[in-house]
């Protein structure tokens, strides 16, 4: 019987992974009842310009120009900018999980991932990822977003490590089947302890874990 290989990198997705989603619909309600902003309509306009965004074709002011800031508003877009920043809470054990694992087998840790610049930057920097991660494969720096494989043949050809020896960690099933078209084994991320076990099943041993729900 043939041996899986062995595992020498890890790919990970951020929002609901390792982090809260940065600005995904639950943040965007949060928003619009915090400031008072019809929902239906904001919801509405950043549906037509996200893509774009998230590609790093459209900046972060032209983005709040055209979602929020269309017509003149009680608030600033410093203030929005900060409650923006502030729906992004780290999931410790997570984070600590893929620390330890990338210290006790020497993997190589690629983020491929759905971000703006500005809530990219921003989290890097305050959940320091920079120190776990060794390269970020980000919509916004490739200008392509999943579900597009090539963001996924482009995560491969810089990370320089053949399927067989990825497991990619992703809590959007269309994206763990993607990524298993490509020969990647991936799990479909739903909480810290469901992750072990299945981190385990590939050869990645984990210390025991308590529970932890990735959902905001």
Known sequence: MRRAARVTTL??????????????HLARRRAAKYFKLAWAEMEERHALVFETHEEGRMTFQEYLGWVVFYQKRPFTR??????????SKPY????ELVA??????GLKVVV??????????YRIRAFKLDRLVDTFISSCFVHMRKPDVAIFRLALDI?????????????????VQIA??????????????????????????VD???????RD
């Open 112 to 121: 491929v991932s759905n971000e703006s610049r500005e809530v990219n930057a």
């Open 100 to 105: 330890s694992l990338k210290a006790r087998y």
């Open 180 to 205: 298993e078209g490509l020969g990647i084994r991936s799990i479909l991320h739903v909480d810290l302890k469901s992750t072990c076990a299945k981190l385990s099943s590939f050869g990645l041993q």
């Open 11 to 24: 790919f990970l997705d951020v929002g609901d992974v390792l982090l809260t989603d940065g600005w995904g």
């Open 78 to 87: 410093g203030q929005f900018r900060d409650f923006i920043f502030a729906q």
């Open 159 to 175: 990370a320089q490590a053949p399927p067989a020896q990825i497991v990619y960690i992703e809590n959007t099933p269309m994206f």
């Open 208 to 214: 025991e874990v308590s529970n932890q729900t990735s």
């Open 92 to 95: 410790p054990g997570m984070i």
